[in-house]
Protein backbone atom coordinates (compact mmCIF):
# COMPACT_ATOMS: atom_id res chain seq x y z
CA UNK A 1 0.00 0.00 0.00
CA UNK A 2 1.34 3.38 -0.41
CA UNK A 3 2.21 5.43 2.12
CA UNK A 4 -0.84 8.94 2.27
CA UNK A 5 -0.42 12.36 2.86
CA UNK A 6 -1.77 14.01 5.88
CA UNK A 7 -2.70 17.53 4.61
CA UNK A 8 -3.62 19.00 8.38
CA UNK A 9 -2.34 18.39 11.48
CA UNK A 10 -0.89 19.97 15.32
CA UNK A 11 1.70 17.78 16.13
CA UNK A 12 2.66 21.28 18.19
CA UNK A 13 -0.45 20.50 20.44
CA UNK A 14 -0.38 20.04 24.49
CA UNK A 15 -1.29 16.87 24.04
CA UNK A 16 1.46 15.83 21.98
CA UNK A 17 4.14 17.64 24.24
CA UNK A 18 5.77 14.51 25.41
CA UNK A 19 5.79 12.15 22.40
CA UNK A 20 5.31 14.12 19.38
CA UNK A 21 8.35 13.52 17.88
CA UNK A 22 7.76 9.75 18.72
CA UNK A 23 4.75 9.76 16.58
CA UNK A 24 5.98 11.39 13.86
CA UNK A 25 8.99 9.10 13.40
CA UNK A 26 6.40 6.43 13.95
CA UNK A 27 3.78 7.39 11.77
CA UNK A 28 6.54 7.13 8.95
CA UNK A 29 5.64 3.38 8.40
CA UNK A 30 2.04 4.68 6.64
CA UNK A 31 2.38 8.61 5.98
CA UNK A 32 4.23 9.87 3.54
CA UNK A 33 4.14 13.23 5.07
CA UNK A 34 2.66 15.96 7.21
CA UNK A 35 1.11 19.09 6.73
CA UNK A 36 1.40 20.87 10.41
CA UNK A 37 -0.43 24.61 11.14
CA UNK A 38 0.69 27.23 13.60
CA UNK A 39 -2.42 29.06 14.53
CA UNK A 40 -1.33 31.71 16.50
CA UNK A 41 2.36 33.70 17.61
CA UNK A 42 3.39 30.75 20.17
CA UNK A 43 2.20 27.94 17.40
CA UNK A 44 3.43 29.61 14.49
CA UNK A 45 6.87 29.72 16.15
CA UNK A 46 6.72 25.50 17.20
CA UNK A 47 5.73 25.10 13.91
CA UNK A 48 8.49 26.28 12.33
CA UNK A 49 10.47 24.35 14.99
CA UNK A 50 8.85 20.71 13.90
CA UNK A 51 9.43 21.51 9.84
CA UNK A 52 13.44 22.24 10.49
CA UNK A 53 13.64 19.09 12.78
CA UNK A 54 11.58 16.36 10.62
CA UNK A 55 11.74 15.69 6.98
CA UNK A 56 8.29 14.41 6.93
CA UNK A 57 6.63 17.54 8.30
CA UNK A 58 5.86 20.89 6.47
CA UNK A 59 3.99 23.90 7.48
CA UNK A 60 1.31 26.34 6.70
CA UNK A 61 1.07 29.10 9.13
CA UNK A 62 -2.14 31.89 9.74
CA UNK A 63 -4.17 33.39 12.49
CA UNK A 64 -7.07 31.19 13.84
CA UNK A 65 -10.79 32.88 13.91
CA UNK A 66 -10.00 32.84 17.51
CA UNK A 67 -6.81 34.47 17.39
CA UNK A 68 -7.34 36.99 15.27
CA UNK A 69 -7.35 39.10 18.64
CA UNK A 70 -4.02 38.65 18.22
CA UNK A 71 -3.75 41.11 14.78
CA UNK A 72 -6.28 42.86 16.62
CA UNK A 73 -4.08 44.04 19.21
CA UNK A 74 -0.80 44.03 17.69
CA UNK A 75 -1.45 44.97 14.04
CA UNK A 76 2.53 44.43 13.56
CA UNK A 77 1.83 40.40 13.85
CA UNK A 78 0.71 41.01 10.18
CA UNK A 79 3.62 41.81 9.39
CA UNK A 80 5.71 39.08 11.62
CA UNK A 81 3.48 36.88 9.65
CA UNK A 82 4.22 37.48 6.45
CA UNK A 83 7.98 37.01 7.62
CA UNK A 84 7.41 33.98 8.81
CA UNK A 85 5.80 32.66 5.22
CA UNK A 86 8.81 32.78 3.66
CA UNK A 87 10.81 30.60 5.80
CA UNK A 88 11.62 26.93 4.04
CA UNK A 89 8.76 24.28 3.80
CA UNK A 90 6.64 26.82 4.63
CA UNK A 91 3.47 25.81 2.04
CA UNK A 92 0.82 27.64 2.71
CA UNK A 93 -0.94 30.37 4.82
CA UNK A 94 -4.07 28.87 7.33
CA UNK A 95 -5.86 27.92 9.16
CA UNK A 96 -7.97 31.30 8.89
CA UNK A 97 -10.96 31.99 8.67
CA UNK A 98 -14.62 32.41 10.89
CA UNK A 99 -15.76 30.29 13.64
CA UNK A 100 -19.33 31.37 14.93
CA UNK A 101 -19.53 28.98 17.41
CA UNK A 102 -17.90 30.57 20.40
CA UNK A 103 -18.69 34.37 19.07
CA UNK A 104 -15.05 35.48 20.05
CA UNK A 105 -13.49 37.37 18.90
CA UNK A 106 -16.61 39.82 17.62
CA UNK A 107 -17.12 39.05 14.52
CA UNK A 108 -16.40 41.89 12.27
CA UNK A 109 -12.91 41.53 13.49
CA UNK A 110 -12.91 37.92 12.69
CA UNK A 111 -14.08 38.89 8.79
CA UNK A 112 -11.57 42.13 9.02
CA UNK A 113 -8.52 39.45 9.42
CA UNK A 114 -9.76 36.91 7.34
CA UNK A 115 -9.67 39.11 4.33
CA UNK A 116 -6.89 40.70 5.26
CA UNK A 117 -4.83 37.10 5.37
CA UNK A 118 -6.57 36.47 2.08
CA UNK A 119 -4.84 39.36 0.32
CA UNK A 120 -1.43 38.71 2.27
CA UNK A 121 -1.85 35.09 0.90
CA UNK A 122 -2.48 36.38 -2.89
CA UNK A 123 0.55 39.11 -2.24
CA UNK A 124 2.57 36.04 -1.62
CA UNK A 125 1.45 33.90 -3.90
CA UNK A 126 0.08 31.17 -1.27
CA UNK A 127 -2.81 29.31 -1.21
CA UNK A 128 -5.04 29.42 2.22
CA UNK A 129 -6.43 26.64 4.43
CA UNK A 130 -10.07 27.75 5.88
CA UNK A 131 -11.73 27.32 8.95
CA UNK A 132 -15.50 27.65 8.96
CA UNK A 133 -17.38 27.05 11.67
CA UNK A 134 -20.93 27.84 12.00
CA UNK A 135 -20.33 30.53 9.66
CA UNK A 136 -20.93 29.27 5.70
CA UNK A 137 -23.02 32.04 4.88
CA UNK A 138 -20.38 35.05 5.46
CA UNK A 139 -17.66 32.09 4.52
CA UNK A 140 -18.88 31.85 0.98
CA UNK A 141 -19.45 35.80 0.64
CA UNK A 142 -16.36 36.24 1.52
CA UNK A 143 -14.36 34.37 -0.72
CA UNK A 144 -16.92 34.89 -3.49
CA UNK A 145 -15.32 38.78 -2.99
CA UNK A 146 -12.29 38.35 -2.04
CA UNK A 147 -11.20 35.02 -4.15
CA UNK A 148 -7.82 33.61 -2.95
CA UNK A 149 -5.90 33.65 -6.55
CA UNK A 150 -3.48 30.63 -5.76
CA UNK A 151 -6.49 27.97 -4.41
CA UNK A 152 -8.22 27.35 -0.90
CA UNK A 153 -8.51 24.45 0.80
CA UNK A 154 -11.69 23.70 3.28
CA UNK A 155 -10.49 22.13 6.23
CA UNK A 156 -12.42 19.85 7.83
CA UNK A 157 -15.35 20.60 5.73
CA UNK A 158 -18.91 20.19 7.74
CA UNK A 159 -21.36 21.85 5.30
CA UNK A 160 -23.86 20.38 2.54
CA UNK A 161 -23.90 19.47 -0.56
CA UNK A 162 -25.11 22.61 -1.54
CA UNK A 163 -22.42 24.29 -0.73
CA UNK A 164 -20.18 22.15 -2.47
CA UNK A 165 -22.08 23.44 -5.77
CA UNK A 166 -21.03 27.03 -4.29
CA UNK A 167 -17.62 26.66 -3.17
CA UNK A 168 -17.01 24.37 -6.98
CA UNK A 169 -17.03 28.18 -8.43
CA UNK A 170 -13.96 29.13 -6.68
CA UNK A 171 -11.91 25.36 -6.85
CA UNK A 172 -11.85 24.67 -3.30
CA UNK A 173 -10.38 22.01 -1.97
CA UNK A 174 -11.80 19.36 0.54
CA UNK A 175 -10.29 18.49 3.53
CA UNK A 176 -12.06 14.85 4.75
CA UNK A 177 -11.24 13.89 8.02
CA UNK A 178 -12.49 11.47 10.80
CA UNK A 179 -15.59 13.10 11.15
CA UNK A 180 -16.99 11.80 7.73
CA UNK A 181 -17.17 8.04 9.82
CA UNK A 182 -19.45 9.57 12.34
CA UNK A 183 -22.26 7.17 12.37
CA UNK A 184 -25.03 10.68 12.31
CA UNK A 185 -23.03 12.69 9.72
CA UNK A 186 -24.82 11.59 6.74
CA UNK A 187 -24.99 14.96 5.61
CA UNK A 188 -21.19 15.19 4.84
CA UNK A 189 -21.15 11.97 3.49
CA UNK A 190 -23.46 12.62 0.80
CA UNK A 191 -21.33 15.89 0.30
CA UNK A 192 -18.72 14.13 -0.33
CA UNK A 193 -20.10 12.25 -2.75
CA UNK A 194 -20.98 15.70 -4.49
CA UNK A 195 -17.36 16.76 -4.53
CA UNK A 196 -14.84 16.60 -7.48
CA UNK A 197 -13.26 13.72 -7.15
CA UNK A 198 -10.18 15.68 -8.18
CA UNK A 199 -10.34 17.88 -5.19
CA UNK A 200 -10.34 15.78 -2.21
CA UNK A 201 -8.03 15.71 0.55
CA UNK A 202 -7.38 13.42 3.49
CA UNK A 203 -6.83 14.90 7.00
CA UNK A 204 -6.52 14.33 10.71
CA UNK A 205 -6.31 17.34 12.35
CA UNK A 206 -4.65 15.29 15.26
CA UNK A 207 -5.15 15.43 18.14
CA UNK A 208 -8.56 16.02 17.37
CA UNK A 209 -11.43 14.18 15.12
CA UNK A 210 -10.28 10.40 15.66
CA UNK A 211 -12.24 8.25 12.80
CA UNK A 212 -14.00 5.77 14.24
CA UNK A 213 -13.58 3.25 15.73
CA UNK A 214 -11.66 4.56 17.65
CA UNK A 215 -13.14 8.30 18.05
CA UNK A 216 -12.39 8.68 22.16
CA UNK A 217 -8.62 8.16 21.52
CA UNK A 218 -6.01 10.47 20.52
CA UNK A 219 -6.05 11.02 16.43
CA UNK A 220 -2.66 10.77 15.14
CA UNK A 221 -1.74 10.02 11.05
CA UNK A 222 -1.68 6.46 11.34
CA UNK A 223 -5.41 6.39 11.69
CA UNK A 224 -6.25 8.46 8.43
CA UNK A 225 -7.12 4.43 7.14
CA UNK A 226 -10.18 4.51 9.11
CA UNK A 227 -11.06 7.39 7.22
CA UNK A 228 -10.00 5.69 4.24
CA UNK A 229 -11.46 2.40 4.69
CA UNK A 230 -14.62 4.68 5.12
CA UNK A 231 -14.55 6.74 1.83
CA UNK A 232 -14.00 3.33 -0.27
CA UNK A 233 -17.85 2.96 0.66
CA UNK A 234 -18.75 6.69 -0.39
CA UNK A 235 -16.78 6.91 -3.50
CA UNK A 236 -16.69 3.14 -4.60
CA UNK A 237 -12.91 3.18 -4.59
CA UNK A 238 -10.02 0.95 -3.23
CA UNK A 239 -7.89 2.17 -1.10
CA UNK A 240 -4.49 1.94 -2.96
CA UNK A 241 -7.23 4.06 -5.45
CA UNK A 242 -8.52 6.45 -2.65
CA UNK A 243 -4.51 7.17 -1.68
CA UNK A 244 -2.97 8.06 -5.24
CA UNK A 245 -6.04 9.80 -5.64
CA UNK A 246 -5.51 11.75 -2.62
CA UNK A 247 -1.82 12.19 -2.35
CA UNK A 248 -2.27 13.68 -5.88
CA UNK A 249 -4.87 15.90 -4.84
CA UNK A 250 -2.97 17.30 -2.16
CA UNK A 251 -0.24 18.06 -4.34
CA UNK A 252 -2.03 20.29 -6.56
CA UNK A 253 -3.69 22.09 -3.64
CA UNK A 254 -0.24 22.81 -2.23
CA UNK A 255 2.11 23.39 -5.33
CA UNK A 256 5.25 24.71 -2.99
CA UNK A 257 4.78 20.83 -2.05
CA UNK A 258 5.94 19.35 -5.30
CA UNK A 259 8.41 21.46 -5.65
CA UNK A 260 10.19 20.70 -2.44
CA UNK A 261 9.51 16.89 -3.48
CA UNK A 262 10.96 17.54 -6.22
CA UNK A 263 14.14 19.01 -5.10
CA UNK A 264 14.02 16.64 -2.53
CA UNK A 265 14.29 13.85 -5.61
CA UNK A 266 16.83 15.54 -7.29
CA UNK A 267 18.79 15.54 -4.03
CA UNK A 268 18.47 11.90 -3.59
CA UNK A 269 19.45 11.43 -7.18
CA UNK A 270 22.46 13.66 -6.97
CA UNK A 271 24.10 11.92 -3.81
CA UNK A 272 23.11 8.52 -5.25
CA UNK A 273 25.72 9.89 -8.69
CA UNK A 274 28.26 11.21 -6.61
CA UNK A 275 28.52 8.15 -4.64
CA UNK A 276 28.11 6.46 -7.23
CA UNK A 277 31.30 7.91 -9.35
CA UNK A 278 33.70 7.44 -6.12
CA UNK A 279 32.76 4.34 -5.83
CA UNK A 280 33.53 3.42 -9.45
CA UNK A 281 37.04 5.15 -9.23
CA UNK A 282 37.71 2.64 -5.91
CA UNK A 283 36.93 0.02 -8.30
CA UNK A 284 39.17 1.22 -11.42
CA UNK A 285 41.89 1.95 -9.40
CA UNK A 286 41.98 -0.80 -7.62
Known amino acids: MEKYIDTHAHYNHNRFKND ?14 VINCGTNTEEINSTLDLVKKHDNVYGILGFFPV ?10 NLAW ?3 KLGYEKIIGLGEIGLDYHWNK ?13 IELANKLHLPICIHSRDAEEDTID ?3 NNRPEYGCIIHCYSYGPRTVNKLNRIGAFYGVGGTSTYKNNTLLRTAIKKM ?6 LETDAPYLTPEPNRRMRNDSSKIIDTIKNLET ?8 IIELTNKNALN ?33 M
Open 20 to 33: ADEILEKIKESTKL
Open 253 to 285: AYPLLQKYLSWKRLWAFSFFLINYRNILNVILF
Open 142 to 144: ILL
Open 81 to 83: LEE
Open 67 to 76: DTIELETNVN
Open 234 to 241: ILDLSTDE
Open 105 to 117: PDRQIQKKWFIQQ
Open 196 to 201: PRDKII
